[in-house]
Every structure is written in structure tokens, then in C-alpha cells.
């Protein structure tokens, strides 16, 4: 028990604390994506390949490494939403 809350220091096993493990492998695989589809976007615009391939490889890559860059987000607990929130406050002048 801590003296402050009266509480055991041991935190619960929610989904989140749960979850940690699913979200390192999903975070390791999402950059192994991120990193093939920005070579092969590095590739394709080497060998100068049509219009078409060139969009579809660039938002494979865009997406891919949007997804990764949520993934470690979420692991990391970082409330995106709130920072956002705080971030067009301060932009709009009405920080509080």
C-alpha cells in the first residue's frame, strides 16, 4: 500500500495493459510494411515506372506508415486527441 491513496502499487490487468504485447508485434510488422513499401516506392520511381504504379506504391507507403505511426502512438498511451485539441487552441488564440 502507498501512503498518498491508500491503494496496492500493483496496477490492474486491463485490456490495455493486456493488450501491449499484441500492440509491439502489430507496431515490429507495420514497420517491416513501412519500411518494404518505402523501397519499393524508392524502386519503382528508379526504374520509372507509369503513372498508375507510382500513385498506387506511394499510398501504400502512406498508409502503411500511417498506420505505424497510430500503432505507436497507441502503445505508447499518447491521447492524440487531446494534443490535437490543445494544439488549435493555442493556434486559434483561445487557450485557456
Not at 520509372?48 to 502503411?64: E, H, K, M, N, Q
Not at 505507436?72 to 494534443?83: D, I, N, R, T
Request: net charge positive.
Amino acid at each position: 500500500m502507498t501512503i498518498e491513496t491508500g491503494t496496492s502499487g500493483k496496477a490492474k490487468s486491463g485490456v490495455l495493459t493486456r493488450g501491449k504485447g499484441f500492440l509491439k508485434v502489430l507496431a515490429a510488422l507495420l514497420l517491416v510494411a513501412a519500411v518494404c513499401a518505402w523501397i519499393a516506392l524508392g524502386i519503382g520511381l528508379y526504374l520509372d515506372v507509369d503513372r498508375g504504379a507510382r500513385i498506387t506504391l506511394a499510398i501504400v507507403a502512406a498508409v502503411s506508415t500511417e498506420a505505424l505511426l497510430w500503432t505507436v502512438a497507441a502503445l505508447l498511451g499518447v491521447s492524440v486527441v487531446e494534443a490535437r485539441k490543445r494544439i488549435w487552441r493555442r493556434i486559434t488564440g483561445r487557450a485557456a
